[in-house]
């Protein structure tokens, strides 16, 4: 293989490893009697005995999307 395909190939895959993402997520609490709750736009983790109170005025169960 002659050096020009040679420096092709190796631009190539610098570039796509130069391009490459990583998601990072946090990991929910530990904690027994912590539930996901949706609440404006951001996932927060409450005691079960504030679920209802989330639901109530429009958070929703679950992580985020």
């Known amino acids: 293989m002659n050096q020009f395909i040679k420096s ?6 610098i570039l796509c490893f130069g391009c490459t993402t990583v998601v990072i997520k946090e990991k929910p609490p530990e904690s027994k009697g912590k ?16 679920v209802k109170a989330h639901l109530g005025h429009g958070d929703y169960l679950g992580e985020c999307r």
């Open 8 to 13: 092709i190939i190796l631009i190539l895959i």
């Open 35 to 50: 539930v996901a709750v949706c609440h404006k736009g951001k996932t927060i983790y409450v005691d079960e005995a504030a």
